[in-house]
RNA sequence: GGGCCGUUAGCUCAGCUGGUAGAGCAGUUGACUCUUAAUCAAUUGGUCGUAGGUUCGAUCCCUACACGGCCCA
């Protein structure tokens, strides 16, 4: 199907593949930008425990705690006083009043106002600019004027050039801008209208498209119409909006100045549609499974707390749906995901958001081998798709998706890291206690060998691995959910995928021995008793579902906002995220 | 939790050794019928993050706090 006469009828639903072919000339472009940008360490937050993510002491999160109260009680008075001040909610607020551009502006509003309807809502566009320029940029300017091409454009106003009796004005719309010339000969006092109008105001304009004396495809208007007064000033055309906090706070204000921003978003939403359509085009159910748990479980994390006021119950917002989507694989689900959010009380980072996006997902009679390639897969599948190949460039790094990855067992990258340890020594607690001693590990009474090896690996490999590889054969200690070795019960058949030094997914053959499971569940509450606050709860219904028997599965999480961030090259997983958390204005 | 840095006009930023603040853009007024960060002339706009302290005097020095950034845990 021809692409434009489709999309002149439908401007919003515009072509896939077109916009792919664009979208990504720009990353590349946007990367090499990039360049040299400062590299950075991240630690992941995903499935099952990771010891980054160990609880801060108690003490840290009361004095946290504390500081909101006291900022919350502050903002609760100020707010009080507004009310009984007897201001109307949806009144100005007062910094807005005392700024004289906005009350410039609210003037103009008021003036429109008096004259007609001040928000119309009848103007259709039939053409968007960025497809305007596509189809008819080249045109030599006789052919235009030959054949004339009627538009209805509209969209924010972004460049306003008033010389006199004409001016020339540029609108950008969701595919970009384009010139609209405007002479007062044409318009009359729709002319003297437009000049008192400001950057930022949304317009629609109606006339012929043409080429400037300099070649410039334009509109000649011969009808404009002011559609939304815009009250507050857009920030600096050049600089545009620098702080980092506005672009995070006022995220609308971000996404008209930044077409880098609007990109990634773009791109994050071309990423998860690709992983859904990966996985329904293998068999996979998307399910949806609760957010609001009785038990949380499924990883070790603190969980938020909230309470339901008709039961009159405490319940947990989830940080994992992993023991939900398990109990489906029990009912028969053999091949089951879902994409959505976790939350996790912990700390804000530029590589953690107290709710974040995950995939998880379950394939029966399959192994964490078998999940290793499906990765291998998805990942080739994401690179090929939407960069164009295989090399991905991160913050000035280049990182190869070609081929399989490497694969290396935890104790191989620990020995690889630490060349002067004794292998044989590797699971002897006192000579690891050594070792971390002279690292500066701290670790505490209770930890065993597993949980030992495993602070040294995130001490010393971890962040060294680069390049795409495969981590496995994770300490059973560190690892209550998953299935322990046949041949090495001191291991699980688990592995974690590492980019750039940063954790991306997690997968693992799944426990379905429903007494180890329950016995692992004992020695998690043990722990919790003992005052580790990440430790699971006991889960009797899980524990019940695995007595009915699951198949033998393999269950894997992927950490959606990191893997966007790779692909975006997006430093900070705010980034990533329309709306991260912020701590309350001041 | 710790360290370092930042917070000045709507935006981007200057502001020296402590003497009550400036530029560009935006806005306003005027000129201008092919501009490209349009140009030219004039001009409005500030509780210098908040609260204390030192000082005759604080944007500047000191303390605490708030928010943000980077690094470390």
Redesign the pocket.
């Known amino acids: 199907m021809p692409e434009r006469a489709q999309s002149a009828q439908e401007p919003l639903h515009r072509d896939e593949d077109a916009e792919g072919e664009a979208l990504r000339a720009r990353v590349q472009q946007a990367q090499r930008r990039r360049q040299g940008a400062?590299?950075?360490?991240v630690?992941r937050q995903l499935g099952q425990p990771d010891q980054e993510l160990r609880a801060?002491?108690v003490?840290?999160?009361?004095?946290?705690h504390r500081?909101?109260d006291?900022?919350h009680h502050g903002g609760a008075r100020r707010s009080a006083r507004r009310i009984h001040a007897g201001e109307p909610e949806a009144g100005p607020m007062s910094?807005q009043e005392?700024?004289?551009?906005?009350a410039?502006?609210r003037a103009?509003l008021a003036r429109i106002r008096e004259r007609g309807v001040a928000f119309p809502n009848d103007f259709r566009r039939t053409a968007l600019a960025g497809e305007l320029i596509a189809a008819h940029g080249e045109r030599a300017a006789e052919a235009l004027d030959a054949d004339p091409v009627r538009v209805k454009v509209a969209g924010r106003l972004r460049?306003?050039?008033?010389?006199?009796?004409?001016?020339?004005a540029?609108i950008e719309d969701p595919s970009g801008q384009i010139?609209i010339?405007l002479?007062?000969?044409a318009l009359g006092d729709a002319y003297e209208d437009f000049?008192?109008w400001?950057?930022g105001d949304i317009l629609g304009a109606e006339g012929v498209l043409?080429?400037?004396?300099?070649?410039?495809l334009?509109v000649?208007a011969e009808r404009i119409v002011m559609l939304v007064k815009s009250l507050?000033?857009?920030?600096?055309?050049?600089?545009?909006?620098?702080?980092?906090?506005?672009r995070?706070?006022q995220r609308y204000v971000d996404l008209i100045m930044n077409e880098d921003s609007r990109r990634v978003f773009a791109l994050r939403s071309r990423i998860v549609r690709y992983v859904r359509s990966f996985l329904d085009a293998r068999g996979f159910l998307e399910v949806e499974t609760p957010m609001l748990h009785p038990i949380p479980g499924g990883a070790a994390a603190r969980p938020f707390r909230t309470h339901h006021n008709a039961l009159d119950v405490d319940m947990y917002l989830r940080i994992a749906p992993e023991l939900y989507l398990k109990r489906l694989t029990v009912g028969g689900f053999e091949r089951v995901y879902e994409i959505n959010r976790n939350f996790r009380n912990e700390?804000?980072?530029?590589k953690h958001n107290p709710e974040f996006t995950m995939l998880e997902l379950y394939q029966a009679y399959a192994d964490y081998r078998d999940l290793m390639t499906l990765v291998e897969d998805l990942v080739h599948g994401l690179a090929d798709t939407l960069l164009g190949g295989r090399t991905v460039r991160y913050q000035g790094a280049e990182y190869d998706f070609s081929g399989s990855f490497a694969r290396l067992t935890i104790e191989q990258i620990i020995l690889a890291h630490n060349p002067g340890l004794d292998p044989a020594r590797l699971r002897e607690v006192a000579y690891l206690r050594g070792v971390c001693d002279a690292l500066?590990?701290?670790y505490g009474a209770g930890d065993g060998a597993g949980k030992l090896q495993i602070e040294i690996f995130e001490?010393t490999g971890e962040h060294k691995l680069l390049q795409p590889t495969f981590a496995y054969a994770y300490p059973t200690e560190v690892s209550p959910l998953s299935r322990r070795n046949d041949r090495d019960p001191f291991i699980t058949d688990r592995f974690e995928f590492f980019v750039g030094g940063r954790e991306i997914a997690n997968g693992f053959s799944e426990l379905n021995d429903a007494e180890d499971q329950a016995q692992r569940f004992r020695d998690q509450v043990a722990r919790k008793e003992a005052g580790d606050e990440e430790a699971m709860y006991y889960d009797a219904d899980y524990v019940r579902a695995l007595e009915y028997g699951m198949p033998p599965t393999a269950g894997l999480g992927v950490g959606i906002d990191r893997l966007v961030m790779l692909l975006t090259d997006s430093?900070?997983i705010?980034d990533v995220l329309l709306f991260?958390?912020?701590?309350?204005?001041?």
């Open positions: 400062r590299g950075l360490q630690r801060r002491p003490a840290h999160q009361g004095s946290a500081r909101r006291r900022q910094d005392e700024n004289h551009l906005i410039e502006r103009k460049v306003k050039r008033v010389m006199g009796k004409a001016s020339f540029k010139q010339f002479q007062r000969e000049k008192g400001d950057v043409f080429r400037t004396r300099t070649g410039e334009s000649r507050r000033p857009l920030p600096d055309k050049w600089h545009g909006i620098a702080d980092t906090e506005l995070y706070r700390g804000v980072s530029t500066g590990i701290g001490k430093p900070s705010r991260p958390h912020m701590r309350p204005e001041a």
